[in-house]
Every structure is written in structure tokens, then in C-alpha cells.
């Protein structure tokens, strides 16, 4: 079965701190997707990666950074956390091409305090 | 780019009633069409896909969506909703020549007794 797995499901951090959000998936998918889910915006998309190493910006790359060093692990930084990141994030996988069935995994929760 | 609108922000409906979930989209070319599913703390499901061909296309838990290129909509049904619907639901497009998929900003779905 398809698994998306996410480091955590709720975090709480400090204005300023710098916070890690993991996301690994088993598909040997090429993909993966970060996205930011708020009330009424939808899912807009932070950052993507279709291979090791390579990354895009998507809509709203602004204070956040990612790394793919391994092709199952996909991480968003975010390098100073403020109060207005406090928000939903999704992970996401597909396999290589355009328009795929986007994998999603469960979602972290972030307070930024 | 592509972009994709769903007008109603919370439907409420009763339990055995026939439900449409209304999603317009935007798109020069062909589009790929998607709904997913968000049950509450969990991440994205897919329900259904259209990429071409037959026009009315059945997904998972008894769901269908029709593609209406001329009024540019993907609307989603059910003839008889179920206590466990309730949830919320996207609508996205994609190109078949990129990766960028585009999430409407949801539908919540409320189901009364």
C-alpha cells in the first residue's frame, strides 16, 4: 500500500526558531510536493522536487527552504519561524510526468508561538 | 496556468439526500481533473480522476463526477449521502505538460442526521 508518512502531526515552536519538517514516502516516487493549507486558500504549493537535489519554488516559497539529499525524503525548512506560518502543511508524492494522482501524507499541524 | 474555483465554501445535506459539489476550472488545453477527500485530521484522498475519454467517471465510495468542457465544470455527486461523508472535498486540475496542479479552496461538507 501507498504511504506518505510525515515527521510529526503537531508542533509547537518559539518565533524565530528554526523548525524541520520531514516527510518520507515508499512509492520510489520521483515527486514530492510541499504544500501550506489555510481556511479558505486551499492548498497552495511552498516547494516541489522532481529529482534528488533539484528543487522548484511554487507559489509561496517566502521563508521556507527544502532539501532532498535521498529520493524517498523531502524536508521543508523553515528558517526563522514567525506567527504567520502558523498553518497546516501536506507532503505529497507522484510518480514522474505531468498531472499524476498526488499521495498525500496525513498533515503537521504547526503553531508558531 | 491553470486555476480552479469552487463557489460553495460549506454544504449542508441529510442523510440519504443527493449531494453536487460544484467545481469550475481554467485551462487553455486539456485539462487533467481531480477530486479528493479530506476526512478531518488526515491528509488528501483521491476519489476521482478524469483525464479523457468517457465524461461521467466513478471514483470510490459511490461518487461520480461529470466533465462539461462547455460549461467548464467537473462537478461531483452522490446519490445518497452516508453520516461518513462528511468531510472536505477538493477539486484540482493539472496539465499534462507540467507538474503544477492547481487545489480549489474546498468544499466542506456537513451531513445531518
Known amino acids: 500500500d501507498v504511504k506518505v508518512t510525515q515527521s510529526s502531526r503537531y508542533l509547537v515552536k518559539r518565533t524565530g526558531e528554526k523548525v524541520f519538517l520531514e516527510c518520507v514516502q515508499d512509492?520510489?516516487?520521483?515527486?514530492m510536493f510541499w504544500y501550506r493549507q489555510d481556511p479558505g486558500l486551499g492548498l497552495r504549493l511552498i516547494y516541489f522536487?522532481?529529482?534528488?537535489?533539484?528543487?522548484e519554488k511554487g507559489d509561496i516559497p517566502e521563508g521556507y527552504s527544502v532539501s532532498r539529499e535521498k529520493k524517498e525524503r523531502f524536508s521543508l525548512i523553515l528558517e526563522s519561524a514567525s506567527t504567520n506560518q502558523t498553518s497546516m502543511y501536506l507532503c505529497?508524492?507522484?510518480?514522474?510526468?505531468?498531472?499524476?494522482?498526488?499521495?498525500f501524507g496525513p498533515g503537521t499541524r504547526l503553531l508558531v508561538l | 496556468a491553470q486555476s480552479v474555483t469552487q463557489p460553495d465554501i460549506h454544504i449542508t445535506v441529510s442523510e440519504g439526500a443527493s449531494l453536487e459539489l460544484r467545481c469550475n476550472y481554467s485551462?487553455?488545453?486539456?485539462?487533467?481533473l481531480f477530486w479528493y477527500v479530506q476526512s478531518p485530521g488526515q491528509g488528501l484522498q483521491l476519489l476521482l480522476k478524469?483525464?479523457?475519454?468517457?465524461?461521467l467517471v466513478q471514483g470510490i465510495k459511490g461518487f461520480e463526477a461529470e466533465f462539461k468542457r462547455s460549461q467548464s465544470s467537473f462537478n461531483l455527486r452522490k446519490p445518497s449521502v452516508h453520516w461518513s461523508d462528511a468531510a472536505e472535498y477538493f477539486c484540482?486540475?493539472?496539465?499534462?505538460?507540467?507538474?503544477?496542479?492547481?487545489f480549489g479552496a474546498g468544499t466542506r461538507l456537513t451531513v445531518k442526521p
Open positions: 505529497a508524492s507522484t510518480t514522474a510526468g505531468g498531472a499524476k494522482t498526488q499521495y
Open positions: 512509492m520510489d516516487h520521483e515527486n
Open positions: 522536487s522532481y529529482d534528488v537535489k533539484m528543487k
Open positions: 485551462y487553455g488545453a486539456t485539462p487533467y
Open positions: 478524469y483525464f479523457s475519454g468517457d465524461t
Open positions: 484540482a486540475v493539472g496539465a499534462a505538460t507540467n507538474n503544477d496542479m492547481r
